[in-house]
């Protein structure tokens, strides 16, 4: 049960090209579950850019097993973090992550990670605000991208795990109690 199938091929598929690979879908590996010492097969999402090393390598606890996509973007903005010192920080960055194993059912199928903050502050003039303006609508058009495929990686999650045995139950938990925590 360590057969590791096309885990080392992972990690260098841009983005983009892997949410819409066929073949990621299907990447089947093995880790070890540190509180029993049993193999454990794991089916990446689709998109999944993690190769998993340090989850194949090493006993693991399954709640710490998690697949994710890249983030959408690395746009940032200079902000004033709230310390009077500007810095270029990055601006609603969004992946697709899922938990497989997580105590919280909900993040058990694909959701998405949105990197946002408050009190963070841009100091600009009327071309300083347009330019503002016109990252986060870029932005903004990146996330509706990132939302299409978060459906569609979804829905092939979820039928995908339907048809293992065993993972039905947990598909309908994540689904119809979104925020019960519940033991793996
Ligand atoms: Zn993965």
């Known amino acids: 049960m360590h057969s ?22 299907s990447r089947t590996w093995t880790f070890t579950n540190s509180e029993t010492g049993r193999p454990v097969t794991v089916t990446c999402m689709q998109g999944c850019t993690d190769d998993h090393t340090q989850d194949i390598a090493t006993p693991t606890h399954p709640i710490d097993i998690a697949c994710w996509s890249d983030q959408d973007g690395d746009t940032t903005l ?5 310390t009077g010192t500007v810095e270029d920080l990055a601006v609603l960055a969004t992946r697709i992550q ?29 071309d300083g605000l347009l330019s503002v303006i016109n990252t986060l609508a870029g932005r ?4 509706r991208r990132t939302h299409a495929d978060l459906v569609r990686v979804r829905a092939e999650y979820v039928e995908r795990e339907a048809r293992v045995e065993g993972h039905v139950d947990r598909i309908i938990a994540a689904i119809t109690t979104p925020t019960a925590e519940v033991q793996v």
Do not use: K
């Open 98 to 126: 899922v938990d497989p194993f997580s105590q919280v059912v909900a993040h058990r199928l694909p959701y998405a990670c949105v990197e946002i903050v408050q009190e963070n502050y841009i100091a600009v003039d009327p």
């Open 140 to 143: 903004l058009h990146a996330m």
């Open 78 to 82: 200079p902000i004033d973090p709230n």
């Open 4 to 25: 590791i199938a096309r885990a080392s091929t992972a990690t260098s598929f841009p983005t983009e090209q892997l949410l819409d690979a066929t073949a990621a879908s």
